[in-house]
């Protein structure tokens, strides 16, 4: 709900107020506990509800309501709903108040001892019956959907002691904890310190992680007298991701670059006291690189962070910029597993998240967090944090979230949390999409996209498969050819693979008969029989043609079929992509032989028809045998040549497994490199040879020489380009799917 804005919204005023939400609403609900302690009579609500922002106050009052709701049944002066409804018409959406708030009156009305049923509630409020018995099938003494309940009482402040740490000073605030930098004077070290009310098991959660890019924990302390956790973890110095969105918004889009973290991370070290290293590879690696690579890099971290936390069982579920810290070398660690996101789950509360979380989390994940859904908590999965990390990514990419929302609660949190599932159902805002810096890598957006997607089945299916296409955003070719846009030759290539083939094996055939024509016609055949020559050649080349089209077709349907599905979104599974990835590299070798086996046999039919008209001597034999076999290396050497570039550049890319390439692909893709470097020598070596055993022959006509020699030169320039471009592929597809180590 708290959404950064449009661009031509105040956006000043909007940022203040999602910095400042949590503190605002806090304190709120801080002074207004302690007047219900400090005195006889019930504290006004109206009294607290803030006067600065008037955009809290639909946030306020619903939470406001709730502790007063508590303290009144507590103390034998029950309140029901209605009687707030009369007082504060603004928690009425026009079906009555939230459902939240009706189960907080049944919740504390049950503690109280007073007899109350839920039936009671079904007849009083029928337009919410279909939320409140899911509430109602949850209900625990313990639970409550208020946010105050949450909060930590009587949190010191930096300067004080608490247990065996040394508060120097505070990092941050949040809805449910207070983070401090602390002393630890057992152990004489610094430490972030966690201070929260004693729930949910973070430690425990968090014990199970240690990835590079996850803030560490080392232990935790609980305080049993005053409610209080303290969770003690690594010091990770150069602050959050949200700090460096605003320093985004502060920048220019033209003069981003990754220089723009790494001084925000050298200034937040200067001004803990520390230096700023010199010598790390990250500050060599984000010197030069552009924003949208800085957020690739950064992206693949935090991605590689989930894959690692999913693996493990364990789902973030709060993926926001907040929720991110910089290390000293500007790399990227994921903080705070605490997170309880639905108002189903034992003191949780809707309201927890619409200081921002909520911004961040996929369709599937808001409707958890309202009882008008089915959806529960154990129905999700890591797609919802692949979802969060799309849209943070976004954020940081541009500066701005890619969802616009507004930021104004109308109907309670159920009603705000369906508007926001129905904005991520819909698609992205052009406005928001031209965001996007035109120097990006062409796999970034594509990658965060797809990561957003509405449909959980169509996103990444691990974070693991995210991180692999970020790293591979940062490989110009080889995002290329995995990732083409959608305007590219090789998407037509990939629907048209009979076509594109068929033509990519005759034009080589085609051109080089032309000049096998010309070159008997002028040296070996008789003009007497130069008309019975095209009229045996006519035959001869329909039925070579015929027979190479007809071979070549029976082995490319079923590599066309896949590379089609492919195209219009199938997706095989492993053991089919893999036989299609050998049936591709197999093809342009094997067709090369098939079209070298029918020049061969031209080679024999042509002298043989000769020699049966009696026109065919030993000369006639050579030279006739020597031209098919010299245009017939060529010409199957061009074809593979030709081939192999379409498989590589259009046909195999979407085979690829990016990042987890088996190292029989690899060395299968790998093969090629070599045997191009073969063909290429008999492409560019036949054609000198011949010129030289017949320039030896006594009877040498200076013509047949010029043409060798030129086609000679042209063969070698266009294997040469071909073998290069051959290589720059495979080397690009390699390292697509090499895995990460």
């Known amino acids: 709900m708290l959404s950064r804005a449009a661009p031509e919204y105040d956006l000043q005023r909007v940022e203040a107020l999602g910095t400042q939400f949590f503190d605002s609403l806090a304190s709120c609900l801080d002074a207004f506990i302690a007047a219900w302690e400090a005195e006889e009579t019930p504290p006004h609500i109206a009294a607290h509800l803030p006067r600065d922002e008037p955009k809290l106050i639909q946030y306020a009052l619903l939470e406001l309501v709730k502790v007063d709701l508590e303290y009144r049944w507590a103390r034998g002066l029950g309140k029901t709903v209605d009687a707030y409804l009369e007082d504060f018409p603004l928690l009425d959406d026009g079906d009555g108040p939230p459902s939240d708030l009706i189960y907080e009156e049944f919740h504390h009305r049950k503690k109280a001892g007073d007899a109350c049923d839920p039936e009671e509630y079904y007849e009083r409020y029928p337009s919410r019956t279909d939320e409140l018995e899911r509430l109602f099938e949850l209900h625990t003494p313990d639970m409550s959907t208020s946010l105050a309940g949450q909060m930590p009482r009587e949190v010191p402040d930096p300067g004080e002691s608490i247990d065996d740490f040394l508060l120097i000073d505070r990092l941050g605030r949040g809805a449910f904890a207070t983070v401090f930098l602390a002393r630890q004077r057992s152990m004489q070290r610094t430490v972030a310190l966690k201070v929260s009310a004693n729930r949910g098991e973070e430690a425990q959660t968090l014990a199970q992680l240690d990835h590079p890019n996850i803030v560490r924990v080392f232990d935790q302390r609980i305080l049993p007298e005053q409610d209080l956790r303290l969770l003690y973890m690594e010091y990770v110095p150069a602050g959050g991701l949200d700090q460096v969105v605003d320093r985004v918004l502060e920048t220019p889009p033209e003069a981003r670059r990754g220089q723009l973290l790494l001084d925000f991370v050298d200034q937040a070290l200067l001004a803990r006291g520390e230096s700023p290293p010199t010598d790390s590879m990250m500050h060599e690696r984000l010197a030069t690189a552009t924003w949208a690579e800085t957020v690739c890099v950064l992206g693949a971290q935090l991605a590689r962070a989930l894959a690692y936390a999913h693996e493990r069982g364990v789902l973030h579920r709060d993926v926001k910029p907040a929720n991110v810290l910089l290390a000293r070398t500007g790399a990227a660690k994921l903080a705070d597993f605490n997170i309880s996101y639905s108002n189903q789950l034992e003191g949780s509360s809707a309201a927890a998240y619409l200081g921002g979380s909520m911004a961040y989390m996929s369709a599937e994940q808001l409707e958890a967090c309202s009882p008008v859904h089915s959806l529960g908590p154990d129905d999700l999965d890591g797609q919802i944090d692949i979802f969060s990390l799309g849209v943070l990514l976004f954020e940081l990419l541009t500066g701005y979230r890619p969802f616009i929302e507004d930021d104004t609660l109308r109907g309670g949190w159920s009603a705000a949390i369906q508007e926001m599932i129905d904005t991520r159902r819909a698609p992205i805002a052009e406005e928001r999409l031209a965001l996007v810096p035109k120097d990006a890598p062409g796999l970034l957006l594509p990658t965060l996209l797809r990561c957003m997607d509405p449909d959980p089945a169509k996103r990444f299916h691990d974070a693991g498969e995210v991180a692999r296409h970020l790293e591979l955003a940062l490989m110009p070719r080889a995002a290329e050819l995995i990732a083409p846009p959608p305007d590219a030759k090789s998407r037509f290539a990939r629907r048209h693979t009979i076509l594109s083939l068929t033509i990519a094996g005759l034009i080589p055939n085609v051109v080089l008969s032309v000049f096998n024509i010309l070159f008997n016609l002028l040296k070996t055949v008789p003009e007497d029989q130069q008309t019975a020559f095209m009229d045996m050649l006519t035959i001869v080349n329909v039925i070579a043609y015929a027979a190479g089209v ?110 987890a390439g088996t190292v029989e692909d690899r060395e299968r893709l790998r093969e090629v490199s070599p045997r191009s470097a073969v063909w290429f020598g008999a492409m560019t070596a036949v054609p000198f040879i011949s010129l030289i055993l017949l320039a030896i022959q006594r009877k040498t006509e200076p013509t047949p020489l010029i043409v060798l020699g030129l086609l000679g030169s042209v063969a070698f320039a266009l294997a040469y380009v071909g073998m290069l471009a051959i290589r720059r592929d495979v080397g690009a597809l390699d390292r697509a799917m090499t895995p990460k180590r």
Do not use: C, H
């Open 550 to 659: 007809g071979v070549a077709l029976a082995w490319m349907r079923p590599l066309a079929r896949a590379a089609k599905a492919v195209e219009l979104g199938a997706r095989p599974d492993g053991v089919e992509r893999a036989r299609i990835r050998r049936g591709l590299l197999r093809f342009p070798e094997r067709i090369m032989w098939v079209v070298f086996a029918l020049w061969a046999l031209a080679s024999v039919a042509f002298p043989v028809w000769l020699s049966v008209r009696g026109r065919a001597d030993f000369d006639v034999w050579f030279q006739f045998t020597a031209s098919n076999t010299l245009f017939g290396v060529i010409a199957a050497a061009a074809v593979y040549f030709v081939a192999m570039r379409v498989v590589l550049w259009a046909l195999l890319p979407p085979f690829i497994d990016v990042g």
